[in-house]
């Protein structure tokens, strides 16, 4: 049914883009951005899988400078609502 260029490719892919996402991955729980993290290395695993390193770096250089710039609100700086 699947090849063996097949498995080799998407086992490549999935690859690719999990080693290309750590960067951003552990550079957001570092910073305390855990969603923008996972979703960092899911974007770089799905352009892993779907166009390989053409995809899968850039993908992942990204949202490396997206959670450097974003800085993380302290649980503080929420909006409550206060009676008047």
């Known amino acids: 049914m699947f090849t063996g260029i097949t498995v080799m490719s998407v086992v490549e892919g999935l690859a690719i883009g999990l080693l290309c996402g750590m960067v951003p991955f552990i550079l957001g729980k570092k910073r305390g951005l855990r969603v923008w993290s996972e979703v960092a290395v899911g974007c770089s695993v799905l352009g892993g899988l779907l166009f390989g390193m053409i995809a899968a770096a850039p993908v992942a250089a990204l949202f490396t400078i997206v959670i450097m710039i974003k800085?993380?609100?302290?649980?503080?700086?929420?909006?409550?609502e206060t009676a008047s």
Do not use: D, G, S, Y
């Open 71 to 80: 800085k993380k609100l302290p649980a503080k700086a929420e909006i409550t």
